[in-house]
C-alpha cells in the first residue's frame, strides 16, 4: 500500500508580494538597442508615435 506524504510546510521561509508590473514601454528602449536600433532610429519611432 502507498501513501501519500504529508504536504512540505514553508512557514520559516519569508516570502515578499511580487512588486507592480512594469509600465508598457518601460523596457522599449533597451530592447531596441539590444536587436540593433541606433539611438536615431529609436528617437525617430519616439516621435513618430509608433513606441513611448
Known sequence: MLQPAPAPRFSR???APPGPPAV?????????VTHG???????????SGAMR
Open 24 to 32: 508598457p514601454g518601460a523596457h522599449s528602449r533597451e530592447v531596441l
Open 37 to 47: 536600433f541606433s539611438a536615431a532610429e529609436i528617437d525617430s519611432l519616439v516621435t
Open 13 to 15: 521561509t519569508p516570502s
